[in-house]
C-alpha cells in the first residue's frame, strides 16, 4: 500500500488540521473539498488540493474511484453542517451528506484499506441528554435510536453503512464521534459556528465596540464538553491506526455549562458583560458530555487539554482575523 492519504472536507476545520498533521508525518496528501480553493481555511501547497462536490460520483470525465486510487488511508470529512441553529433549520441540506458517504465508500471499498468516517456526538438518543447534570454518554447509548432529527439520522446511518461496507466488503473502516471540536481556523460567523467559536466572537465583538453585553441561547444552564482540535487530530490517527472498528467517542469529559463556557471567554477578554438570553434560541439537548472509558481502553489516553487553555488559543485567533 502506498503512503497517500485522501482528506474529503479538507478546506474545512478539522480537515485543514488533518492535512497539515499527515503532511508532517511524512505521508502524500490529497485533499477534496466542494469549496473553491480560495474559501479553503488552510491551504497548503505541499498537498494536491482538489474541488470537488463528493454528492457527485463524476467529475468532468473523473470517477470518484479514480480520485481515490491508490490511496491507502481515506479520511470522511465531508459534510454540510453547523452549529445548533443551522442543524436545526437546514435537516433536509444536513442529509443529503449521506450521499458523500455512499460514495466514498462505494468507491474506497474497491481501491483503499483504510476509511475513517467523522461521526458525531448528535447520535446519541435524545432521552439520555435531558438533564444538565447528564451521565457522560458512552458508545451503547445511541441505541434504541433517537438521534438529533436530519443531521443525527444521517451520521447515524453512515456510521451503519461503514459497519456493513467492513462486513460484507472487507474495508477496514474506522468510525469516531466528535464532541464539539474547537481551535482556531474554523467557522466563527455567517450561521454555521458552534458555541465556542460563537462565544469568543460575541465577546470580542463586546470588547472591540465597548458594547458591554452578550446575547446566549437558552438559559445558558444547559451543558457540554469541547475538545480541542489537538487532541481530536492526535485521536484521529489512534483510532485510524487502531484495530477497534466500532465507532467511538472522541471528545473531552470535562463539562462546563454555557454560562461558565462564557465566564472563561470574559476572563480571557478581561472584560465583564450584561447577558441577555434568548430563551427562544435553538439549544439543542439539555446536557452532553462523552464518557471516555472506551477511548482509555484502547488507546491508553484521552483528550485532556484544557477548555480554558484551548478557549485562549480560539480567542486569540478570531481576534487576529476580527481586528485584521
Ligand atoms: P467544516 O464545515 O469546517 O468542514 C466540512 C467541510 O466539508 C467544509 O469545508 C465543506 O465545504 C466540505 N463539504 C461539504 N459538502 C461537501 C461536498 N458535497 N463535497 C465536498 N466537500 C464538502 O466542519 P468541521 O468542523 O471541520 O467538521 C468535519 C467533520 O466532523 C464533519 O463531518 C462534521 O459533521 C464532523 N463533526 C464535527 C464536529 C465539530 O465540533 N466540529 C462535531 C461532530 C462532528
Redesign the pocket.
Known amino acids: 500500500m502506498s503512503d497517500l492519504s485522501v482528506v ?2 479538507a ?5 485543514g488540521h488533518l492535512v497539515r498533521s499527515l503532511l508532517e508525518q511524512g505521508k502524500a496528501v490529497r485533499a ?4 473553491p480553493l480560495a474559501e479553503w ?1 488552510q491551504l497548503v501547497d505541499d498537498a494536491e488540493n482538489i474541488c ?4 457527485i460520483p463524476e467529475r468532468h470525465d473523473e470517477s470518484i474511484a479514480e480520485l481515490l486510487w491508490g490511496a491507502s488511508n481515506i479520511y470522511n ?6 452549529g445548533i441553529g443551522y442543524i436545526e433549520n437546514n435537516k433536509s441540506d444536513c442529509m443529503m ?1 449521506v450521499l ?1 458517504n455512499t460514495n466514498l465508500l462505494d468507491s474506497a471499498q474497491k481501491t483503499c484499506n483504510r476509511y475513517f468516517f ?5 447520535v446519541y438518543a435524545a432521552d439520555k441528554q435531558s438533564d444538565p447534570n447528564v451521565t457522560a454518554l458512552k458508545e451503547s447509548d445511541a441505541y434504541p435510536a433517537m438521534p438529533e432529527d436530519g443531521y443525527g439520522w444521517e ?1 447515524l446511518f453512515s456510521e451503519r453503512m461503514c459497519r456493513h461496507f467492513r462486513e460484507d466488503h472487507g474495508l477496514q473502516t474506522r468510525v469516531a464521534r ?5 481551535g482556531p481556523h ?2 466563527y460567523d455567517g450561521g ?1 459556528e ?1 458555541a465556542p467559536a460563537a462565544i469568543c466572537r460575541k465577546v470580542i465583538q463586546a470588547k472591540l465596540s465597548g458594547k458591554h453585553e452578550i446575547e446566549i441561547w437558552g438559559d445558558g444552564e444547559q451543558t457540554r464538553s469541547f475538545a480541542y482540535i489537538d487532541d481530536c487530530i492526535r485521536g484521529i490517527h489512534a483510532i485510524t491506526d487502531g484495530d477497534y472498528a466500532d465507532p467511538v467517542n472522541l471528545g473531552s469529559s470535562e463539562m462546563v455549562s454555557i454560562n461558565q463556557l462564557v465566564s472563561i471567554a470574559e476572563e480571557i477578554a478581561g472584560i465583564t458583560l450584561t447577558r441577555r438570553y434568548k430563551l427562544d434560541a435553538p439549544q439543542g439537548v439539555r446536557g452532553r458530555s462523552s464518557d471516555n472509558t472506551l477511548f482509555r481502553s484502547l488507546y491508553g489516553w484521552e483528550p485532556s487539554i484544557k477548555l480554558r487553555d484551548g478557549l485562549e488559543k480560539t480567542y486569540r485567533w478570531i481576534y487576529d482575523e476580527l481586528a485584521r
Open positions: 474529503c472536507g478546506g474545512g476545520f478539522i480537515g477534496v473539498d466542494i469549496k481555511y470537488w462536490d463528493l454528492r470529512l465531508a459534510c454540510s453542517m453547523g451528506s458523500i467523522s461521526s458525531t456526538a448528535c451520521k466528535f464532541h464539539n471540536i474547537y474554523g467557522t454555521r458552534k
